[in-house]
């Protein structure tokens, strides 16, 4: 019996993945040249779908990268020239903090306890931040950052960046990328396909700040993967270096068929789903929702705190061949994480609060 996998990453795989991977097979992408007209043609597919799915401005570039974590390097080397800002409330959006510190960048961060989500209204913008770093989904806490509150951050901050991380959320929210200046994903988590594959979405804005920083003396903007470089390889849909040509066939094919659903639908089940196992916990005796505020609750990672050791809830699944995450960290033994991700079906999901009501 196979596993269903509710995982935040690498997650649930898409239903016709292996669909999707015979097709590739038979066209031998595995062997064509990422300067042939036929991975232009890939790339082109994959960008085209991806516009239409989540809304992504005509002027904005769509690049390939090893992972998301790369991203964070790329943003902060070719955008910031001095200092970053970072909202941060768990461990991805303490390492891209951290990350900044690695790259000698002034990095200022505004923390908040684990748990614990930011509103507009009480983010406080350092003065000199050239860039500020958000993470739409706190894939180690399941928190969020709801979308209103992001773009009323850009709307009050015009001259400086806005980077979102929208890594373990992607498609889902309603970001409006006309506004927000850059933001990325990686394709194991609400894409479910296999890792291997950052998405970097930027608007010329950041192309200008990156070309000028190229040519100041004393700054860097790095050797891999810069934005001019990837810029100016996208315009003929091609890449820097030989990239991840199997994922990004897979990712168009994958967003092809949301688009064919129509994103709406996939985010009122997504909200429909998530209201399901937010409504469980609240009366479950097993365990309880971990996180406070409903502004904040994420709907694509759900966070639970457990009345018995993690270990205990996980492992009796696991019997039922349904697969959850632990906790983060310092809340390994003591949460579980459920993905609500497109690829989890809501008969999955029911299945599995029948599962955990048993365990009660
Ligand atoms: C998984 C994750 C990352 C890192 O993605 P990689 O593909 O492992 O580089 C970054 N941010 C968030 C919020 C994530 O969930």
Request: contains cysteine.
């Amino acid at each position: 019996m196979k596993n269903i996998y509710f995982t935040a990453g690498p997650a649930e795989l898409y239903p016709r993945f292996e669909e999707f991977v015979k097709q590739a097979v038979d066209e031998q992408i595995g062997s064509i040249s990422h300067r042939s007209g036929q991975f232009r043609k890939i790339y082109q597919h994959c960008v085209e779908n991806l516009r239409v799915l989540m809304n992504i401005p005509e002027t904005s570039g769509i690049f390939f990268t090893g992972s998301a974590s790369e991203v964070w390097e790329r943003i902060l080397l070719n955008m910031v020239e001095h200092e970053s800002f970072h909202l941060v409330n768990g461990s991805f959006s303490d390492k891209f903090y951290k990350y900044a510190g690695s790259l000698n960048k002034f990095a200022h961060k505004q923390e908040k306890p684990i748990g614990e989500g930011f509103s507009y209204a009480e983010v406080e913008v350092p003065e000199y931040a050239e860039l500020i770093c958000t993470t739409q989904n706190e894939t180690s806490t399941g928190v969020q950052m709801r979308e209103a509150d992001i773009h009323k951050l850009k709307r009050s901050n015009q001259k400086r960046f806005v980077a979102v991380d929208m890594v373990s959320s992607a498609p889902i929210p309603e970001l409006d990328l006309d506004l927000i200046d850059t933001a990325f994903f990686s394709v194991q988590k609400a894409f479910g396909l296999p890792a291997g594959l950052g998405v970097w979405i930027a608007n010329e804005k950041c192309l200008d700040k990156s070309k000028k920083l190229a040519k100041q003396d004393g700054t860097h903007i790095g050797a891999h993967h810069t934005l001019p470089a990837l810029w100016k390889n996208y315009e003929t849909f091609e890449t820097p270096a030989t990239p991840n040509v199997m994922g990004i066939y897979l990712l168009g094919k994958v967003a092809e068929d949301m688009n064919k659903t129509g994103i709406d639908t996939i985010r009122k089940e997504t909200d429909e789903k998530a209201r399901k196992i937010y409504k469980y916990l609240e009366t479950s005796s097993l365990c309880s929702i971990a996180v406070t505020n409903p502004e904040h609750r994420s709907r694509t990672v759900i966070v639970a705190n457990t009345n018995k050791p993690s270990k205990v809830i996980i492992e009796a699944l696991k019997e039922k061949n349904m697969i959850l995450g632990s906790g983060y960290g310092p809340n390994k033994d003591s949460q579980i994480r459920i993905s609500n991700f497109p690829s989890n079906t809501p008969e999955q999901v029911d299945n599995l609060l029948k599962e955990l009501k048993k365990l009660e």
